[in-house]
């Protein structure tokens, strides 16, 4: 249980506070960016019965990682807190956040009670060598075929809802 409870602290502490965890390095050589942000669900049948809730704290963390003028390092994770009726009363739910559909299993959940989830998803880490005109790419990354305001027509593997603002960042 102690066990449990430090390493819930220090992914708070991280959680909370990336930019000041991160501020030892040299910025020329590690850059740390991201954002925290709130997103709170209601859901009802009838205005006058039973409501449920579902609030959802998340927090994106971008690591880059420049050690020389051809190499770069990348590792971008969230972080996922949910907490309301939905965990409770939906069946599943945990195992369907847990959920990671890429070759390597890179999401987790850190903890969970009755009705709270503590998730992290690691959705991209790869090396990067650039030399000239050539450059190779190794790891876990996205692959954005094209950009558009509201939708896009060119990419057909990152299909989503223009009113699905919950999560920017689509995963390739």
């Given at each position: 249980?102690v066990?449990?409870?430090?390493i819930?602290?220090?992914f708070l502490?991280?959680?909370?506070?990336?930019?000041?965890?991160?501020?030892?390095?040299e910025?020329?050589?590690?850059?740390?960016?991201?954002?925290?942000k709130f997103?709170?669900?209601?859901?009802?049948?009838?205005?006058?019965?039973?409501?449920l809730?579902?609030?959802?704290?998340?927090?994106r963390?971008?690591?880059?990682?420049?050690?020389?003028?051809?190499?770069n390092?990348?590792?971008e994770?969230r972080?996922r807190?949910?907490?309301?009726?939905?965990?409770?009363?939906i069946?599943?739910?945990?195992e369907m956040?847990?959920q990671?559909?890429?070759?390597?299993d890179l999401?987790?959940?850190?903890?969970?009670?009755?009705?709270?989830?503590?998730?992290?998803?690691i959705?991209?880490?790869?090396l990067?060598?650039?030399?000239g005109?050539f450059?190779a790419?190794v790891g876990?990354?996205?692959?954005?075929?094209?950009q558009?305001?509201?939708?896009?027509p060119?990419?057909?593997?990152?299909?989503?809802?223009y009113?699905?603002?919950?999560?920017?960042?689509?995963?390739?």
């Open positions: 249980m066990y449990a409870k430090r819930t602290g220090s502490l991280i959680f909370l506070f990336p930019n000041m965890t991160f501020a030892q390095y910025p020329e050589k590690l850059t740390v960016n991201g954002y925290v997103l709170q669900t209601i859901l009802y049948e009838d205005f006058d019965q039973e409501w809730t579902d609030n959802l704290i998340h927090n963390i971008n690591i880059h990682w420049h050690p020389g003028s051809k190499i390092g990348v590792v994770f972080n807190f949910f907490y309301g009726d939905f965990v409770r009363t069946p599943g739910y945990k956040v847990v990671d559909n890429g070759f390597i999401s987790f959940n850190w903890s969970d009670g009755q009705s709270y989830l503590l998730n992290s998803t959705d991209r880490v790869y990067d060598y650039i030399t005109k450059q790419r876990r990354q996205r692959i954005n075929w094209s558009n305001l509201i939708w896009n060119n990419d057909v593997f990152n299909a989503y809802s009113f699905d603002f919950d999560y920017e960042e689509r995963p390739g």
